[in-house]
T-cell receptor, first 115, second 116 residues
Framework: GESVGLHLPTLSVQEGDNSIINCAYSNSASDYFIWYKQESGKGPQFIIDIRSNMDKRQGQRVTVLLNKTVKHLSLQIAATQPGDSAVYFCAENMVKGGANSKLTFGKGITLSVRP | GAVVSQHPSRVICKSGTSVKIECRSLDFQATTMFWYRQFPKQSLMLMATSNEGSKATYEQGVEKDKFLINHASLTLSTLTVTSAHPEDSSFYIC????????????FGNGTRLTVT
């Protein structure tokens, strides 16, 4: 069946460097994508989202890029900080009638920031 | 921002007993809540969709008689793990959908269930 997946299981970056986390999705009908951050023992925390009518969206220190042609989603974190260390999940959602439906999560990638 | 509260955060129970987990939306109404299960170092797997005032919709492979869901109000959904066994030990997470159009799901901080 269709699924959302991530290319790399772990990513180690130097503090202050930029991080890029990638995600591939296979459901061409998905039109809403979200990045979540999950710290140990906690629930997922919303980072940023993007709809399929956009290819880029920026937040505070984070940017999400969407390439619908190759079904690819990425999360860029500028000036990575130790507090960014966590597991990151991409999730896809088919927005039906303007309301959220259930999310499908990717496998997750661990971001480890070296001091 | 929108907050989802989950209680308890940790629970240890003996095999054969039942455990109830609560999920509350604190500052918004949620007609729909979702229950996920997460094993260590794995992703979140959707168990069921909880609909206020109606029966929950379970994902394939999830036993509805094992995982009882009640969504009696617009701010509260409960998940009861009945006759728990050690293999039910996991991290259970709920999320709630703000009725506002296009708003992202908000997640609780999860419940760590350990069945001995």
């Amino acid at each position: 069946g269709e699924s959302v997946g991530l290319h790399l299981p772990t990513l180690s970056v130097q503090e202050g460097d930029n991080s890029i986390i990638n995600c591939a999705y296979s459901n061409s009908a998905s039109d809403y994508f979200i990045w979540y951050k999950q710290e140990s023992g906690k629930g997922p925390q919303f980072i940023i989202d993007i709809r399929s009518n956009m290819d880029k969206r920026q937040g505070q220190r984070v940017t999400v890029l969407l390439n619908k042609t190759v079904k690819h989603l990425s999360l860029q974190i500028a000036a990575t900080q130790p507090g960014d260390s966590a597991v990151y999940f991409c999730a896809e959602n088919m927005v039906k009638g303007g309301a959220n439906s259930k999310l499908t999560f990717g496998k997750g990638i661990t971001l480890s920031v070296r001091p | 921002g929108a907050v989802v509260s989950q209680h308890p955060s940790r629970v240890i129970c003996k095999s054969g007993t039942s455990v109830k987990i609560e999920c509350r939306s604190l500052d918004f109404q949620a007609t729909t809540m979702f229950w996920y299960r997460q094993f260590p170092k794995q992703s979140l797997m959707l168990m069921a969709t909880s609909n206020e005032g109606s029966k929950a919709t379970y994902e394939q492979g999830v036993e509805k008689d094992k995982f009882l869901i009640n969504h009696a109000s617009l701010t509260l959904s409960t998940l009861t793990v009945t006759s728990a066994h050690p293999e039910d030990s996991s991290f259970y997470i709920c999320s709630a959908e703000n009725q506002g159009v296009g708003s992202p799901l908000h997640f609780g901080n999860g419940t760590r269930l350990t069945v001995t």
